[in-house]
C-alpha cells in the first residue's frame, strides 16, 4: 500500500521559509525512479493548485506565483527513506494554505496516483 505523508507545515512569518517533507512508502525505489510527484496548495475555501512538479527526468516545473521562491528535491537514495521535498522562501500570506504531495505512475495506459492528507502551511505576523 503505497502512502504519502507530509510534514513541516507550520506557522511563520512573511518573508520567512519552510520546509515541507513528503515521506513515500509502500513503493520499490524502482517504481519510484518512474513517477512524477506533484505539489498542491489549496487555499481556504478553493479547489487545489498545482504549484510544483518533480518529474521522473529529475527536472521540476513551477507555477508562476512560486518560480523563484520555491524548490522541489527528491531523494530516492535509500529505499527505505523515499522522499520529496518542497523548500519555501521569501512566504507570502497569499501561500496560507494546506500543501499536498501527489504522486503519479504511468504504466502503459495505466496511471495510479496516490494523495497525501495535506499539511498547513499559514503565514502571518
Known amino acids: 500500500q503505497v502512502q504519502l505523508v507530509e510534514s513541516g507545515g507550520g506557522l511563520v512569518q512573511p518573508g520567512g521559509s519552510l520546509r515541507l517533507s513528503c515521506a513515500v512508502s509502500g513503493m520499490h525505489g524502482i517504481l519510484f525512479a518512474t513517477s512524477d510527484v506533484d505539489w498542491y496548495w489549496q487555499a481556504p475555501g478553493k479547489d487545489r493548485v498545482l504549484i510544483a512538479t518533480s518529474t521522473f527526468e529529475h527536472t521540476a516545473n513551477y507555477t508562476e506565483s512560486v518560480k523563484g521562491r520555491f524548490t522541489v528535491s527528491r531523494d530516492d537514495s535509500n529505499d527505505s527513506k523515499i522522499s520529496v521535498a518542497l523548500q519555501m522562501t521569501r512566504l507570502r500570506p497569499e501561500d496560507t494554505g494546506v500543501y499536498y504531495c501527489?504522486?503519479?505512475?504511468?504504466?502503459?495506459?495505466?496511471?495510479?496516483?496516490?494523495w497525501g492528507k495535506g499539511t498547513q502551511v499559514t503565514v502571518s505576523s
Open positions: 501527489h504522486l503519479r505512475r504511468t504504466l502503459i495506459t495505466t496511471t495510479y496516483a496516490y
